[in-house]
Nanobody, 121 residues
């Protein structure tokens, strides 16, 4: 059973930056790692994912150009650098692991507990 632990969330003003981290209890080599988020009253939505083979990335159009996902397999850690944050980025951010490169949450087998990101105006 893989455990994923997110950190780095917090309160930030609009236009600011945060860097989220997700540490896995086991190796992330061989797995796609992703970030999803869920705002109050809304469904969980895809943010970004990164492949393990060549670090190919994918982003939701709402974060393209502002967020950057990266991974350090030696540290079993995936990151999400979030710049130029907007109020609509406020949500609980979840880390997830899959063997498939996908935006669909259903293919992700393991999830973290989430970290809250709040962006104030």
């Amino acid at each position: 059973q893989v455990q994923l632990v997110e950190s780095g969330g917090g309160l930030v003003q609009a236009g600011g930056s945060l860097r989220l981290s997700c540490v896995a209890s086991g190796t992330i080599n061989g797995y796609v790692m992703a970030w999803f988020r869920q705002a109050p009253g809304k469904d969980r939505e895809f943010v970004s994912c990164i492949d393990w083979r060549d670090s190919t990335t994918d982003y939701a159009h709402t974060v393209t150009g502002r967020f950057a996902i990266s991974r350090d397999d030696a540290k079993n850690t995936v990151y999400l650098q979030m710049n130029n944050l907007k109020r609509e980025d406020t949500a609980v951010y979840y880390c997830a692991q899959s063997q498939a490169f996908s935006r669909w949450s259903t293919v992700y087998n393991y999830w973290g507990q989430g970290t809250q990101v709040t962006v104030s105006s």
